[in-house]
């Protein structure tokens, strides 16, 4: 069976949502473009899948994965807990390329958590991105699709190129766009916590959180 799955971006992924399903159910690994790069899926709650992403990247297990979901309500899946302040960047601001970082649900595997309690979700703003979710039936993580250290991945043949059959399946609908990372804002504390800059600055969220809390910043190498 080829290993990689070329689709037309334009056109439904139900055709291919048999052998999507069946890939990820059985702990395999996909890979797919994301809002910037191309990135590295897994079902959340495959301890099996999510172990193999940390293997075939040479990934610290100390890093947690974030989540990528299709539609908001899915936050309710992997988080708990949460505050005024993320309600108010959810409703702002998603869809979009800001992660945000919640208290987990107590189900989601420790290794995807890296046993912070903690899970970073964010609802991507491509719209295919957000199908193929639903495709798959199923949130997915997003790691980088490269090695520890190793440059960003646009293509289906980059990302080939680094994994080979480690990979279980690539689906191509064409190059990702590449660009600003997500930003990354750590909802659980108040006022929430800037992790790490991106697409969406800090001048923007301190906006939409004006009437509550300002933003504090903290490095971080997420």
Same mark, same amino acid.
Not at 1 to 7: A, H, P, T
Not at 113 to 132: D, S
Not at 177 to 199: C, I, M, N, W
């Given at each position: ?19 999507? &399903? +069946? ?27 999510? &172990? ?34 993320? +309600? ?21 595997? +420790? ?56 990979? +279980? ?26 992790? &790490? ?26």
């Amino acid at each position: 069976m080829r290993q990689v799955l070329r689709v037309d971006p334009n056109a439904p992924l139900t055709n291919h949502s048999r052998r999507i &399903r +069946d890939t990820l159910e059985a702990g395999g690994v996909v890979a797919f473009p994301t809002d910037t790069y191309y990135g590295l899926g897994v079902n959340p709650f495959s301890e099996k899948g999510i &172990r193999r992403i940390f293997e075939i990247k040479s990934r610290a297990y100390d890093k947690p994965l974030l989540v990528l979901i299709a539609n908001e309500q899915q936050v309710n899946q992997f988080a708990k807990n949460r505050s005024q302040e993320a +309600d108010q960047l959810i409703q702002k601001f998603w869809p979009a390329s800001l992660t945000l970082i919640f208290n987990a649900v107590s189900k989601l595997p +420790d290794v995807l958590t890296a046993n912070t309690g903690k899970v970073g979700i964010r609802l991507p703003k491509k719209e295919w991105t957000r199908r193929l979710i639903k495709t798959a039936g199923c949130a997915l993580t997003a790691t980088s699709a490269n090695k520890k250290g190793g440059e960003n991945t646009r293509t289906a043949e980059e990302v080939l190129n680094i994994f080979g059959s480690d990979i +279980d399946l690539v689906i191509d609908p064409g190059p990702a766009p590449g660009g600003k990372v997500s930003t990354l804002v750590d909802t659980t504390f108040s006022p929430p916590t800037l992790l &790490r800059h991106g697409a969406i600055t800090q001048q923007e969220i301190n906006s939409c959180l004006k009437n509550k809390h300002t933003l504090t910043s903290h490095n971080s190498n997420c």
